[in-house]
C-alpha cells in the first residue's frame, strides 16, 4: 500500500487563480439529515464549504429549514418534499443523518438511478445499500463509499480483522468501479487498482460526526473537479491533518468535529506551505 503523507498529498492540491469566481469551483449537493439527526446536515456542509465548494446546497426536511439558515447561512436549500433536478449539480453526497425509512429509500433509488456523476455515499445510505445489494450495480463510475468496519461488514459480510477488509474493499472497488474508504485508524483508500493508507489523524476523530465531516469534504473536491480518487485522498488526509492541528488547543478527549472543521483552513496553509 502507498502512504498518504504531505510530500505526497501536496502535488494534488490546485491553486486557485486571482480571477477566478464561485462557479469555478462548482455545485455540491448534500442529500442528508432528518427531523432528528439534522446536526449530522450541518456538520457535512460545513466541511464543505470549509473545503473549497464554490456553491452548496442541502436538501433537508423542510421543517428543519431554521436549523441550516442559523448554522451555515452560506448554504442554500433543496426542501426534501420536492423533485431534485439532479442535472443543477457537478457532485453530491447522501447520507449523513438521512435515517432509513422508506423515503430515505426510495429517495437513495432515485439519486442512484438518476445521477450520471459521482457520489458520495455515507451512513445511513450505506446501511440501505447494505440491504439492497442489487443497488450497487447502479453506482455511477468512481462513486465514494465511505463506510466504518460495521458498516463495511454489512454490506459485504463479517470480516475477522483489518487486513480482511482491505482485500476484500479492493476486490469490491474493482467489482462496482467504485472507490472504497475504509474509515478508522490509518483509514484505507482502493479504487480497485491502487491502495493507499492515511498517517494523519488521531483518537480525537473517534466521536460521532467525524464520518459527517469527511463526507462534506469530498464532496467538496469532487464539486472543484478533482479526479475521485484524488478527491477521496485529499480528503482523508486533510481531515485527519486538521485534527492533528486541533490537538495545539484541544486533547484527545475534548476535541470535537466543530473544531476540526474550524482548523481545515490552517490545514490547506500546511499544504500549500510545502508546495514550492
Request: hydrophobic letters at 40%; glycine letters at 6%.
Amino acid at each position: 500500500m502507498e502512504k498518504l503523507e504531505i510530500d505526497y498529498i501536496k502535488q494534488f492540491l490546485k491553486k486557485r487563480l486571482l480571477n477566478s469566481h464561485k462557479g469555478d469551483f462548482g455545485h455540491a449537493l448534500l442529500i442528508a439529515g432528518s427531523v432528528q439527526k439534522v446536526g449530522a446536515a450541518i456538520i457535512a456542509a460545513k466541511a464543505c464549504l470549509r473545503s473549497g465548494a464554490g456553491l452548496l446546497t442541502v436538501s433537508i426536511p423542510k421543517e428543519e429549514r431554521s436549523s441550516i439558515f442559523t448554522s451555515i447561512p452560506e448554504a442554500m436549500l433543496h426542501f426534501r418534499e420536492e423533485q431534485i433536478d439532479f442535472s443543477k449539480y457537478n457532485s453530491l453526497a447522501i447520507g449523513p443523518g438521512l435515517e432509513q425509512d422508506a423515503a430515505a429509500q426510495k429517495l437513495l433509488y432515485s439519486t442512484l438511478s438518476k445521477t450520471k456523476y459521482p457520489i458520495v455515499i455515507d451512513a445511513d445510505a450505506l446501511n440501505i445499500l447494505s440491504s439492497n445489494q442489487d443497488w450497487l450495480t447502479l453506482l455511477p463510475k468512481d462513486s465514494i463509499l465511505t463506510p466504518h468496519p460495521k458498516e463495511f461488514d454489512r454490506l459485504f459480510g463479517l470480516h475477522n480483522s483489518k487486513e480482511d477488509r482491505i482485500q476484500t474493499a479492493i476486490q469490491k472497488a474493482n467489482e462496482y468501479n467504485c472507490i472504497i474508504v475504509l474509515k478508522g485508524h490509518q483509514s484505507v483508500i482502493t479504487n480497485g487498482h491502487r491502495t493507499f493508507v492515511n498517517t494523519s489523524g488521531n483518537a480525537g476523530l473517534a466521536k460521532g460526526g467525524s464520518g459527517d465531516a469527511l463526507t462534506g469534504i469530498i464532496l467538496a473536491f469532487l464539486a472543484q473537479n478533482y479526479e475521485p480518487i484524488n478527491a477521496a485522498k485529499l480528503a482523508v488526509f486533510t481531515h485527519g491533518l486538521s485534527a492533528d492541528i486541533t490537538l495545539q488547543t484541544q486533547s484527545e478527549e475534548s476535541m470535537l468535529i466543530t473544531d476540526v472543521i474550524e482548523n481545515l483552513g490552517k490545514a490547506f496553509q500546511k499544504i500549500k506551505a510545502e508546495i514550492k
